[in-house]
């Protein structure tokens, strides 16, 4: 649900103007693409106005590289990367024969990245140079000569791809996988499936303890170790629990995307998301072992892996409901918060759901393991479409501010298998980065009338305790909710404090610890006296496997031991009367119970927490 601030409606009214916006919400409409292209730079001293005899065939000689991006109406954006320049030293960059653009500033290691916007024709042939002042001989650069053309821009559910685009999107993962086997440190092997796996994490020295190779699922690795400045920069740097968790995998999926472009040898190629909002099934693409190809030929199927749920695998069971739903993530209307929440519900969620048997167990049930399952690139590219259409509802008011967080540096491979350094606040939106999103499910409405952003009070109005130290039950745990009934009606009333505005009711439950993770989820609800229940949210393991503990020094991320879940539209659905908190195990798959999910939660977990309360923010 949407949160905002209607100066002339309160409560009920409010809230169906925002209902009927939520049902009246159009479809995302395609985008035709754009022109695009990209070509090296060749260190060479000379060469015509069209560089006719450039030719960048030789990757000893090739410096950097230009990537053009082209509007039909001739906006025109080359993003330079310089990648063996001279150390900490300014290159003017030119478009050739025409006119200076800027400069690109390499650092100690000799690599620098710059952008430069300017008008030229749309698909016309561009060719450029670069040099630092004085044009020094053995120091100058010729781009070979760069033609944009249309490229799809799109990026769609995975049901939505054509033969030719599965059979693209397989050929690119089967040649990723190929260059496992390439000599380690070259260009191939930084473009290999398991290099970009150990981008994310990985089991070994330097990351994550080893042991947990000893878990369900984890057949096929080994454990790993950095070896060359390459791997130092890139290896074990994803970010969970911290504000860069969006951020971070955006950019990630962005450089993954060209290299598996670069694999599949198609420019066309957009990664696919699960839309398992609208479909909770593990898509036959990836639970097929085998499948034809346009020869008539049974293949071995490259985005097949046994290591998941078996019921997924076979299509028997679907996620659960619980597991998919994006409701306490999409009621946030501020970035830090939503990041939380959303990598919680439904990131971490599926991410467990989808393990052997629960987190930390399978590819996907642990951090360090979960890049080498290609589910996993599938489902965080919808965690992204999730994250730009919470965006759209007031993307000014929604993207992240700290400059702290803007201004941090990250290292990656671009499609060349160059080493490549980018700023946050340079990839932070899809317009930035020349993609968008067909539509989906779990998407909060954008409303087409003007309303500011409701944001959440840093500390409390009013705090209600719940619970002190309690054990989680081997079955259902229930936590009545002792709040009079006058009070109760003033949480869902306009406060003077707040402006005239409802507060939001916030569950938040502080000590959430275990001695050995349980191995399966817990949902929450909010139960009335009449047994009826509405899903407050999904507490899941995965980030136990997490290397990065760190949560900087940001507001609004929540301790790692905290849990938080928005009430407000539960409470106000179940009314005055009798509720409880009610915590239940789950597998995180249709077809099962929560008496059966308890059979299988581990006799040493003890889950505990340490108190619970509902806060008015």
Known sequence: MVKTRLT???????????????????????????????????????????????????????????????????????????????????????????????????????????????????GSTLTFDMYPAGAPPGNKFQSVRITPVRVTTQRKSVLQLSATELASLRKGVAQMKAWNSEPRGGANYRRSWI???????????????????????????????????????????????????????????????????????????????????????????????????????????????????????????????????????????????????????????????????????????????????????????????????????????RLPSNQNQLNTNFNFIDGSGALVTRTVKDMLTTAQLGYSYAGGGGCPATLQIKLPTLVLQEKPLRVYPLAGPTPLQRGTTVLPLKIAPDQRRSMLQALPDKGGETARSVVVIDGFTFDEAPGVLYEVYIQGADGKRVLLGVINFFNLTAPHGDHDDMAGMNAPDQKTFDATEALRTLGNGDTSLVIEPSTGVTGTTPALAARQISPKANVRFSSARIELR
């Not at 990757?59 to 150390?87: K, L, Y």
């Not at 993954?256 to 696919?272: H, I, M, S, Y």
């Not at 599938?378 to 994250?387: A, G, K, Q």
Request: with cysteine; aromatic share 10%; charged share 10%.
């Open 195 to 397: 290099y970009w796996a150990n981008m994310h994490s990985y089991f070994g020295t330097g990351c994550a303890n080893p042991s947990g190779l000893s878990a369900a699922g984890m057949s096929g690795l080994s454990a790993q170790a950095k070896s060359n400045a390459d791997e130092n920069a890139t290896w074990c740097t994803c970010q969970h629990g911290t504000v860069q968790f969006l951020t971070w995998h955006r950019m990630y999926l962005y450089y993954f995307e060209q290299v598996l472009q670069a694999a599949a040898g198609d420019p066309n190629l957009r990664l696919p998301y699960w839309d398992y909002e609208t479909n909770a099934q593990m898509p036959a693409a990836y639970r097929d072992q085998t499948y034809v190809n346009s020869g008539g030929q049974t293949m071995a199927n490259p985005l097949y892996i046994p290591n998941r749920q078996a019921q997924l695998n076979a299509g028997t069971s679907n996620l659960a409901p619980s597991v998919v739903s994006t409701t306490n993530a999409m009621q946030q209307t501020s970035y830090n918060p939503f990041n939380s929440a959303l990598e919680q519900t439904p990131h971490g969620a599926v991410h467990c759901a989808t393990g052997v048997a629960n987190c930390p167990t399978g590819y996907m049930g642990a951090v360090p393991a979960a890049g080498n399952d290609p589910i996993f690139y599938t489902h965080h590219t919808n965690i992204d479409r999730l994250y730009e259409c919470w965006l759209k509802v007031n993307q000014a008011a």
């Open 8 to 122: 002339a409606l309160h409560g009920s009214a409010a809230m169906l103007l925002v209902m009927s916006a939520l049902a009246a919400a159009p479809a995302a409409s395609a985008q035709s693409g754009s022109l695009q292209a990209s070509g090296p730079l060749v260190r060479q001293d000379f060469s015509d106005c069209g560089n006719n005899n450039v030719n960048g065939s030789d990757p000893a000689r090739n410096g950097g590289q230009v990537t053009i991006t082209q509007t039909d109406a001739g906006d025109t954006t080359a993003a330079v990367q310089i990648t063996s320049g001279t150390p900490n030293t300014s290159y003017d960059f030119y478009w050739k024969c025409q006119r200076g653009l800027g400069q690109v500033r390499t650092d100690a290691s000799g690599s620098g990245s710059a952008s430069f916007g300017f008008k030229a024709g749309a």
